[in-house]
């Protein structure tokens, strides 16, 4: 009996079929470490599982992502629950993942997060609350291991960049589950010292080495000191809690020496260049003087000074006598301002005086020919509701007479028909009647 002969396709939908069917690969829990992580624009993640001799692809898609209650970074070790396939287009066998969960480290990464989301909220972060690296420090504190080439490096950074500074190291653990309580009392004993600066540091290692540098409470310290406080902790691709909480981060130890540290070779040069401006001005300042000195020697009042004291004498007496003149001539010009003023003051009192009595005049012609008016028109009104009330059919009915109407005024008999409803009008009311009898005038 020969063996089948498979196509490629058919090969991997058989491999497939027998992976989907086997129930035991449905819902496996596998552990690893995330690497090669992609949130796609659609909502689907992808990454690559993997431990120390193995890895598989990775796919979770929107719907099982965005109920994700971590977002999966580069490192983390997680424990998922997925089912095993195959993706038939690249013929490689995938995890179809429906649920990532912290595991070991991974965990720290999740309690990491939700306690920087939480100082990040108390604005522990915010850049307001950062402090102004000194410019020239001439005391630095230094909390770091007590021995280690980063120690070394620091102060071999700042011997060579800036000498003229006094460089204390207070010796610390830096790794290690006492390590943050440590790091705690060393910060504070220094932060009494009255350093410029502080300098917060150690070497690169493993995640689980830095993790002390994560504490919430030495991060809080950090925050809370008076000092300022530069972190170099790791290597450049290494961030800790205390780096966001500090006033300012570098990436390496080294780096973070240099940072709070001038170049005494740029000091050198800004001071010689200070140096040559302040001569050149000094220069100029003396040049200026002689200028003054000699424009003083030559001049003509200063030769002289008693000829000249002697016509300054003559034309303050000229000045005190011209001076007297204005006075007597303002003196004047003051009794005349006075004349006018009480002139102008009697004028207008008479003016005034004149014209309420015009005022008053005309007021009384016109009240009289408002009254006149007022007469004359009350007399033609009476004239008028005379007439009015001659006319008036409510003058009428008082007489004795009265309105007879069927919708509109009856003027005539022929108007009326037997068994016709009228109304008739007198001067006190209405009254309904019912027309009996018609009778017209004789007309002979």
């Not at 983390?76 to 480290?105: C, H, N, P, R």
Request: net charge positive; charged share 25%.
């Amino acid at each position: 009996m020969s063996s089948p002969v498979y196509t490629v396709s058919a090969l991997v939908r058989y491999i497939k079929s027998a992976l989907d069917n086997d129930m035991n690969l449905q819902a496996v829990f596998i552990k690893g470490e995330i690497s090669n992580f992609t949130n796609h624009r659609s909502g689907h993640w992808y990454f690559t599982l993997k431990d120390a001799k193995a890895r598989i692809s990775c796919v979770m898609f929107s719907s099982y992502a965005s109920r994700c209650p971590i977002m999966l970074k580069e490192g983390m070790k997680v424990l998922i629950t997925a089912s095993v396939s195959m993706y038939e287009a690249a013929g490689s066998t995938q995890l179809y993942v429906t649920k990532v969960q912290a595991d070991g480290i991974g965990d720290l990464y999740l309690q990491l997060e939700q306690t920087k989301a939480r100082l990040a909220k108390e604005g522990l972060f915010d850049p307001m609350h950062k402090k102004p690296l000194p410019t020239y420090p001439m005391s630095i504190g230094i909390i770091t291991a007590k021995t280690g080439a980063a120690v070394q490096d620091m102060l071999t950074t700042i011997a060579r960049r800036w000498p003229l500074a006094k460089v204390q190291v207070y010796p610390t653990l830096v790794q290690g589950s006492t390590a943050s309580e440590q790091l705690i009392q060393v910060l504070q004993r220094a932060d009494q010292n009255g350093h410029e600066v502080l300098l917060l540091a150690r070497g690169g290692g493993s995640l689980e080495d830095l993790w002390c540098f994560n504490d919430e409470a030495l991060a809080r310290t950090v925050y809370q000191l008076k000092t300022v406080v530069v972190t170099g902790v790791g290597h450049e691709t290494d961030t800790t809690l205390v780096d966001y909480v500090s006033d300012a981060r570098a990436p390496t130890p080294t780096a973070a020496a240099e940072l709070i540290t001038p170049d005494r070779h740029e000091v050198l040069q800004k001071l010689t260049s200070m140096r040559q401006r302040m001569l050149q001005a000094l220069r100029g300042l003396d040049q200026k003087s002689r200028s003054s000195l000699e424009s003083m020697k030559n001049n003509r009042y200063l030769k002289n000074p008693l000829a000249y004291a002697e016509r300054q004498k003559l034309q303050l007496a000229m000045m005190v006598k011209s001076l007297g003149d204005v006075e007597n001539r303002v003196e004047r010009s003051r009794h005349t301002l006075s004349l006018e003023a009480r002139k102008l003051a009697y004028q207008a009192a008479l003016l005034l005086q004149q014209t309420t009595r015009r005022n008053e005049r005309i007021e009384k012609q016109m009240i009289d020919i408002m009254q006149e008016k007022t007469r004359v028109y009350k007399a033609q009104m009476a004239h008028q509701t005379a007439l009015l009330d001659a006319f008036s059919p409510l003058k009428i009915l008082n007489r004795g007479y009265s309105i007879v109407s069927k919708e509109s005024i009856i003027r005539s008999v022929t108007q009326l028909q037997l068994r016709d409803e009228v109304e008739i009008r007198f001067a006190d009311g209405r009254a309904i009647a019912q027309i009996e009898n018609v009778k017209e005038n004789d007309h002979e």
